[in-house]
């Protein structure tokens, strides 16, 4: 009954394999990449743990913009500047605008009381003058 080793039945020939060779080793890393199984468990695991980064432009804005807004910030300024003095730029932006608008203003008001003064003298005070000016109507009337 001792047959060769190569006519005996496969399943009566006792084996082992080589795990350590590169090739399986591979094959196992990439079983193990491709199982959904695995993928899924880890997903799971960090699907609540998502992280920005701190130096992204859009949340430096945001929280440059939340700092604005806030009312803590607001009034911790406000108590800070309370006591100190208050400088004001003349050649700002506002106060320019200011400036224009004013002399805006008062050109109008200059024009409007020059077309009501047009026609009138200036130096009403003088009976004199009220009275030739008050015959030379007269004589425009008549004409």
């Known amino acids: ?19 350590t060779t590169p090739a399986m080793i591979q094959a196992k890393i990439n079983a193990q990449q491709l199982s959904n199984l695995n993928y899924r ?6 699907k609540a743990n998502y992280t920005l980064h701190q130096d992204l432009p859009l949340l430096v804005k945001a929280k440059a913009n939340a700092e604005l807004f806030s009312g803590i910030k607001y009034k911790e300024g406000w108590e800070k500047s309370k006591g100190k003095e208050f400088k004001m730029n003349l ?44 015959v030379a109507k007269m004589s425009s009337e008549v004409a």
């Open 41 to 46: 468990a880890q997903y799971e695991k960090t």
């Open 91 to 134: 050649d700002s932006i506002s106060m320019l605008a200011a400036k224009a608008s004013g002399n805006l203003a008062s050109d109008l008001k200059y024009k409007e009381a020059h077309e009501r003064s047009r026609g009138k003298a200036m130096g009403t005070s003088d009976s004199r003058l009220l009275h030739s000016l008050q």
């Open 1 to 19: 009954d001792a047959l060769p080793i190569y006519r005996q039945s496969i399943d009566k020939i006792k084996y082992s394999s080589l795990t």
